[in-house]
């Protein structure tokens, strides 16, 4: 099964880490993602500009609209993704559980893809 | 079986339909051609076919023929004899599947009691008090979360087993005390849930003999033992000290001895196995005034080392006062209660009512009856606080 991985975090807590943990965060992410690939488990990742980048649309009474910035207002905020090919929800929920923002107050959503 | 044909089916559902299906098959067939040497193994065979079957015809309806066929051609040669030796780890894994934390803990005990238990829809809604349609939405909501998010059908593996066996004594507990100790509804036992905890405590223990499983078994006969010295014959509660104890179930009594005792002297302990030590030292006084409370209050200290909780401290407080006195526990009781965690906790103002009445702080005890009172749904609870309320009122 394939379970994407969507990943959020606080960006003024991110943003407020020392360049040399910041670093060390992004180290360990490819070594993550290496590891997936070896053993033929990742599909696709990607990280997001700052949520702060965001536009939203919808239509009301038949009209576009466009707002300014996210869906929510949250505490910590989508910043990135991936899709990963586990053998069930455990192997997908301990290959998350290792992921490397998750010691910096990082959450992250964890949902399998429709069969 | 039911087990087995979920891991050959893969689908709860489906192995729940194969399986009437090879029953239905069996009573045409045996009384016809004799019951066959392995009737388990045929029936589950007989399943497997039907189930298969069914995906087939689903499939063409569907048009994802192919995944049947590989689904087919991927299954052993020899189900009947795949499906012989591992009954008991199906059933298991059944237990493990019901109670994944990725279940919410209601969904985790609908599940079990359905699945592994084999009660209706229709009796865990009575004995839950809630309508047969919430409930039943409730397994349909499980069985798709199931599905769709890929919660797998195995036991868990040793380095997960601790925590994953911890959610499935939790959901063992939870059942037994809503027959023990119901949170609602008028009487104050239900000892059907009780009956079906234990015996799905015993079939834990027999399946994995795990220490804990041992002090969870253990804890619930031996507090099951006092079932029929808890209430009068009017329904009413009668309290641990004024209980008659030749009322106490001894068979219960010694069995839940010897598990909590096997349990404590394996060293590997948890909470559950404490509970049951202190269920023990109760079991083992022949009066009320004979309890060990200096022991009693030992195992609460260890118990609040490994599981640090103001309900813990609150029943420690408990002793104490039987220990030291009323004074010494009321003390504490309002340190713990200082701290807010337990203000809406009934038993806490019952508890603090308890001592207050015993120091003849009149008031202070009608106080915290009456607050116990606002906080309880149970019917003979009400019954116990208001005629505390009343003799407080005479006296």
């Known amino acids: 099964m394939q379970y994407l991985m969507m990943c959020c975090i606080e960006e003024k807590r991110w943003a407020a880490l020392s360049e040399a943990s910041r670093e060390a965060v992004m180290r360990d992410y490819g070594q993550w993602i290496a590891e997936l690939a070896e053993r033929g488990q990742h599909r696709m990742s990607a990280r997001l500009a700052p949520s702060g980048t965001a536009q939203t649309v919808r239509q009301q009474g038949g009209r576009k609209v466009v707002l300014d910035g996210p869906f929510a207002e949250t505490k910590e905020q989508f910043g990135g993704y991936h899709l990963v090919e586990c053998r069930d929800l455990d192997e997908a929920m301990a290959l998350a559980g290792r992921i490397p923002t998750l010691p910096h107050g990082g959450v992250v959503e964890v949902r399998a893809l429709e069969a | ?395």
């Open chain 2, 1 to 395: 079986m039911l087990a087995t044909l979920i891991r050959l089916l893969g689908d709860f559902d489906r192995a729940e339909e194969a399986m009437q299906e090879a029953f239905a098959a069996a009573v045409e067939q045996w009384p016809r051609d004799g019951v066959p040497a392995n009737p388990r193994a045929w029936l589950v065979s007989a399943g497997r076919f039907k189930g298969i079957d069914a995906m087939r015809r689903n499939s063409r309806i569907d048009g994802s023929y192919d995944t049947v066929e590989d689904f087919a051609a991927h299954e052993s040669s020899d189900p009947a004899g795949a499906a012989d030796d591992s009954v008991e780890d199906d059933r298991l894994r059944l237990i493990f599947t019901c109670c994944h934390p990725a279940l919410a803990p209601d969904a985790q005990v609908a599940m079990t009691l359905r699945e592994v238990c084999g009660l209706t829809t229709e009796e865990i809604a009575s004995a839950f008090l809630i309508p047969p349609s919430t409930l039943a939405q409730r397994i349909v909501r499980a069985k798709a979360k199931i599905r769709d998010a890929g919660i797998p059908y195995e036991i868990p593996a040793a380095a997960e087993l601790p925590e994953r066996l911890d959610a499935v004594l939790r959901v063992v507990y939870l059942v037994f005390n809503e027959g023990y100790a119901a949170s609602s509804g008028d009487a104050l036992t239900r000892a059907d849930l009780s009956a079906e905890a234990i015996r799905l405590g015993r079939l834990l223990l027999e399946l994995l003999p795990e220490p804990e499983a041992a002090g969870l078994l253990g804890l619930m006969l031996l507090q099951d033992s006092r079932r029929a010295a808890r209430t009068s014959e009017a329904g009413d509660i009668i309290l641990l000290d004024e209980q008659d104890r030749a009322l106490w179930n001894r068979e219960q009594i010694d069995e839940g001895h010897a598990h909590s005792r096997r349990a404590l002297a394996s060293r590997r302990f948890g909470p559950y196995t404490l509970q049951s030590a202190i269920a023990g030292a109760h079991a083992e006084a022949a009066t009320a005034s004979e309890t060990d409370w200096s022991r009693i209050v030992g195992v609460y200290d260890l118990l609040l080392e490994v599981e640090p909780s103001p309900v813990i401290e609150l029943n420690r407080a408990a002793a104490i006062a039987m220990r030291d006195g009323p004074a010494a526990g009321l003390t504490l009781i309002d340190t713990i209660m200082e701290r807010g965690e337990l203000a809406d906790y009934q038993p806490a103002h019952a508890a603090r009512a308890e001592l207050c009445r015993r120091l003849g702080r009149a008031n202070d005890a009608r106080l915290s009856y009456r607050r116990a009172l606002e906080l309880t749904r149970q019917g003979a609870a009400r019954r116990f606080l208001e005629r505390r309320l009343a003799e407080l009122a005479s006296g």
